[in-house]
């Protein structure tokens, strides 16, 4: 074997073919391996992408069927005139007033009742005023419907009619509840409610829960899924019309996960309210997990099938929470999941809107994509993944059917371990003469696969020592110069994107930037409630003409500066500025529940900040600020110089407040309602800019 170094690959090859011919028999068994292996991979696949579909197409004819019962009872006699007789009694409640007993008992039912069970299901301490009625018809009806109602709490249906109300809601509760308590019980709906559309109030509750009789565009229950599809279903046209909102824990069923079938109930071709068919979620988990018996289902001792819903959290159970909890949940913090998260889960005792899966293929399912993977989990764990959507109005899921990889594959494994015992028996002795040419051949391939792994793994720091003078030794200093290559187009390309990453956030917000990276260059969003300030700095043109137009500039750029400053640690974003304008907002990239009250202190630093710098530079600059809060869309203009901005009548009720006559921070009315006494106010003033109708705005004094 000596001087082997110094052959050519061919008569390596030759050698290695000579001694490989003996192994035709292993080659022989490789094959029936292989063919083997394909046919139980392919068994096992169909199988688990068999449940899937199954499963899919159960829950779509489940979704269905909800859809035919909301549509055909929002267009029955009964919905018509249930909606008709509460929705004129609910209006005729405007004038009526709980004595200051009554008012006391419904305090005390929150107090001792609702909060509390509320507080054992969800995060933090609720707040009475959240959710204490406020206007007369919703005290009115859930003192006498609830706070008086002597059943306990998610029973209250169980009161037919109400015999402290004399009232005609009271008149009309007595006769209707009966009926539409039998068509509840009969579907297995958790909730039925009719909905004024005009002011989305829940005129009418066959559960009263604490959703009864306040707004859902207004009320503690506004920002709810049912709340934010309801005020699309308002603008139905259609006497059919559809939409289910999707599962999320509801806080008047004590953080339960429900979802909403809504559907327009019209009067004479004029829409005059909404029916809601509230439903729980344990109908689908008994579909997906064949009622809690997995293994009965063909799915083993690990496989299970899930929902995802669009924000990537469970819709269903889990079978390993429902198996084992105290392992479940030392898995995921063993995994390093969010711990609130993990507190959340072992709170309400499933994993249900809660934890997220992270996995490619419910990515993909969400996209609308079906087929199978394997993948890790949401513990962690390597499986086999059949996934695919489940469609319904404007509605996806993702429905996931999964087993454990090492049992999916524990077939295979046994039938390689069969065919491997009988080839190795049969080809023992021929592999022996083959063992000294291969040590020696592949040792090079050796060396470069581990280079290459190395290099692959992202280490270009990678060099191979390959001493021999064939094509090997070749190929080694060919791969050397490779990787050299590599780690110095790896530097510049990181620099690069540094560098652009670096002004891509100079000129737009944390979520543009993101938006821009996931493939949308416009980053048109629209943002639901965010505070919006304009201001306008005066006095530059006087500035100008004192000391210069360079100097003047420089003045501003100086005073902007301290501006974004200013706006960082208060956790507003700046927008844009143009010439003396500055828009800048709160609620952009980060949800911030206060984002009114920072947006106010901000404009105060900025009056602060001007005035530092009419000191420092003999100015006299004035600030004038117009903050507003509400909707707004956000998105890129331009195409190569681009910059970000805002729209809508948000931004432009901000601008209009703004004082061209001195230094002033004027906001809206709904700014100041939101605020309270967190501020001095001075108004209301009426503000009239370019001839249109005046706007009521508050001075900020304090």
């Known amino acids: 074997m000596l001087g082997l170094d110094r052959l050519g690959i061919q008569s390596k090859l030759i050698l290695l073919l000579l001694a490989v011919s003996l192994l035709s028999i292993g080659s022989m068994a490789l094959i029936g391996y292989v063919t083997g292996k394909e046919a139980l991979n392919r068994a096992v696949e169909n199988h688990l992408r068999g449940i899937q579909v199954a499963k899919t197409n159960t829950l779509k004819a489940m979704l269905e069927s909800l859809k035919d019962q909301v549509i055909s009872m929002s267009d029955s006699q009964m919905a018509l005139e249930g909606m008709r007789a509460f929705r004129q009694a609910f209006r005729e409640l405007d004038s009526k007033r709980l004595s200051k007993e009554e008012d006391d008992k419904l305090s005390e039912f929150y107090k001792k009742n609702f909060l509390p069970e509320l507080a054992k299901t969800t995060e933090g301490e609720p707040v009475l005023d959240q959710y204490l009625p406020v206007s007369p018809a919703e005290r009115y009806l859930q003192y006498h419907y609830i706070a008086a109602n ?32 039998r068509a509840a019980r009969l579907f297995g709906y958790e909730d039925l409610m009719l909905v004024d ?180 989990d949401y513990r962690g764990v390597d499986v086999l993944s059949a996934y695919g959507p489940l469609d319904l109005d404007s509605l996806r899921w993702g429905v996931l059917a999964e087993i454990d990889a090492s ?31 291969s040590h020696f051949l592949t040792a090079p391939l050796r060396v470069l696969a581990e280079g290459a792994r190395k290099l692959g793994a992202g280490d270009t720091d990678v060099v191979v020592n390959l001493h021999s003078r064939d094509e090997f030794g070749a190929l080694g200093k060919v791969f050397n110069s490779m990787a050299a290559n590599i780690r110095d187009q790896k530097e510049k390309l990181q620099r690069q994107i540094e560098e652009n990453l670096e002004l891509l956030h100079s000129i737009l917000p944390a979520s543009a930037v993101a938006q821009r990276q996931g493939g949308d260059t416009k980053a048109n969003r629209q943002f639901a409630d965010v505070t919006v300030l304009f201001a306008e700095i005066v006095g530059m043109e006087e500035l100008g003409a004192k000391v210069g137009e360079a100097r003047a500039l420089s003045i501003l750029g100086d005073l902007v500066a301290a501006f974004d400053d200013a706006a960082e640690t208060a956790g507003v974003e ?59 869309v956000g998105g890129v203009v331009g195409g190569r110089k681009f910059l970000y901005d805002l729209w809508g009548d948000t931004v432009t009720i901000a601008r209009r407040i703004t004082s061209d006559m001195a230094v002033a921070v004027r906001v809206t009315g709904n700014v100041h309602q939101r605020l309270g006494d967190m501020f001095q106010f001075s108004g209301p003033i009426q503000v009239t800019a370019n001839g249109k109708a005046p706007i009521e705005a508050w001075q900020v004094t304090g």
């Open 150 to 181: 002597p059943h306990p709490y998610l029973r209250k249906q169980d009161l037919d009619a109400s015999p402290t109300d004399k009232s005609a809601y009271g008149e009309a509760h007595a006769r209707l509840h009966r009926y539409f308590g």
């Open 197 to 376: 559309s005009d002011t989305l109030n829940v005129v009418y509750s066959y559960q009263k829960s604490t959703d009864f009789a306040t707004s859902l565009e207004t009320g503690p229950y506004s920002d709810t899924h049912v709340g934010a599809t309801i005020r699309v279903m308002r603008k139905a046209r259609d006497r059919d019309d559809f939409k289910i909102a999707d599962f999320e824990p509801y806080r008047p069923n004590l953080g339960k996960p429900m979802g909403f079938a809504m559907s327009p109930i019209f009067d004479n071709g004029r829409m005059i309210g909404i029916l809601l068919l509230q439903f729980p979620i344990d109908n689908f988990n008994i579909v997906l997990t064949g009622n809690f018996k997995w293994a009965e289902e063909g799915l083993g001792e690990t496989g299970e099938c899930y929902v995802v819903g669009p924000d990537k959290t469970m819709r269903s159970r889990s079978r390993f929470m429902y198996s084992n909890p105290a392992e479940f949940l030392a898995t995921l913090r063993e995994k390093g999941v969010n711990p609130r998260v993990v507190s959340q889960v072992e709170r309400q005792g499933n994993v249900m809107n809660a934890l997220v899966v992270n996995s490619q293929s419910a990515d993909l399912a969400l996209k609308g994509q079906s087929g199978i993977l394997r993948v890790n």
């Open 407 to 437: 049992e999916a594959f524990a077939p295979i494994k046994a039938f390689g371990r069969t065919v491997l015992v009988v080839a190795t028996a049969m080809a023992l002795a021929v592999t022996i003469l083959a063992l000294a040419a």
């Open 574 to 632: 700046k927008v844009k500025t143009i010439g003396g304008s500055y828009l800048a907002a709160c609620g952009l990239s980060v949800t911030r529940p206060d984002h009114a009250r920072r947006v106010v202190q901000f404009a105060k630093e900025m009056t602060r900040i001007a005035g530092i710098f009419n000191r420092d530079h003999k100015a006299e600059l004035a600030v004038s600020i117009g903050i507003n809060s509400g909707p707004i």
